[in-house]
């Protein structure tokens, strides 16, 4: 169970927090350096467009290019202006980002997470998986550009842990220009509405960039497993809501959580993006597996 901080004192909720996380950490950690050992092998070494000093190829100039990439003397041959792209090696950028907001402080039973909890042991954990890779890791919104090594997981911790980053949270990560190539991961319970969704998602893809959605619900939010007369409470504002006879609806509450689903694999195939769901009650490196393997797999 999380700690109850004193009332009016948000520094000490931060830092219960801060401790609860640091707790729970480890046992993910060796789950994710186990994963690594076995996924890290295939899915590095492949050709990537980055900042490593191996030539690859030329392509035409584009919007946003550097002009320090562009080579003048092939330009000079052909008319088009061309830059050098070079091999990848360890240099793409991964930018992460969990939804913090009030909804994601649910659970349906005290020995289960919180959503919150669990997107922050993900979020952490992909950081892991990435910087054991030489990949540049930073925290989407955070203002902090991407860095590798083993300092930045200690850096991304911070962040996710200071109280300062916790006001006025939002549902959906603000759009932000973000470098060419790079991969973004958006974890949270994605239950904000669809056109929302799409905006954020269509702000945030461009450039050559991929994306990757993980839904994190608890088991409860999938079942609707209560029974008879139910209030439920809003958690971000919402009005409640007294249901007579919960078993009177579950079915149609089924089906509008399956048209969520449907509606966000639908954007993110649109997107190019992937897209895949976490139940809080099921052992977090499996998500993280398959997480891996599709941030590894080739853009179509």
Do not use: C
């Amino acid at each position: 169970m999380p700690r109850s901080p004193a009332p009016g004192t948000p520094s000490l909720l931060a830092r219960h927090r801060a401790e609860d996380l640091a707790a729970a950490l480890p046992p993910l950690l060796v789950a994710a350096e186990r994963v690594a050992s076995t996924v890290a092998q295939g899915v590095h070494g492949r050709r990537r467009v980055g900042l490593g000093e191996t030539f690859w190829q030329f392509r035409r100039y584009q919007p946003g290019d550097a002009p320090s990439m562009i080579d003048w003397r092939q330009s000079a041959k052909t008319q088009p202006v061309y830059v050098r792209e070079n091999e990848w090696e360890a240099a793409q950028s991964v930018w992460l980002w969990r939804d913090r907001s009030a909804s994601m402080d649910f659970r349906s039973a005290p020995e289960l997470p919180t959503k919150r909890e669990r997107a922050d042991l993900l979020t952490l954990a992909t950081a892991v998986l990435l910087a054991r890779g030489g990949e540049r890791v930073a925290l989407l919104n955070s203002g902090v550009r991407p860095d590798h090594g083993k300092t930045v997981i200690d850096r991304l911790a911070r962040l996710m842990t200071d109280p300062r980053a916790a006001a006025a949270p939002e549902p959906l990560p603000q759009v932000e220009a973000l470098p060419r190539h790079a991969q973004v991961v958006l974890f949270g319970d994605l239950l904000s509405p669809l056109p929302e969704i799409h905006a954020a998602v269509a702000g945030l893809t461009g450039r050559g960039l991929r994306g990757h959605l993980v839904q994190v619900l608890d088991p409860a939010e999938e079942t609707l497993p209560y029974d008879g007369r139910v209030a439920f409470e809003g958690l971000e504002g919402e009005n409640g809501l007294l249901v007579p006879r919960v078993e009177a609806v579950r079915e149609a509450y089924r089906e509008r959580l399956q048209a969520q689903r449907d509606g966000l694999a639908a954007l993110a195939r649109t997107a190019g993006w992937s897209f895949a769901t976490h139940r809080t009650d099921r052992p977090p490196q499996t998500a993280l597996l398959g997480l891996w393997g599709a941030m590894a797999q080739e853009p179509v």
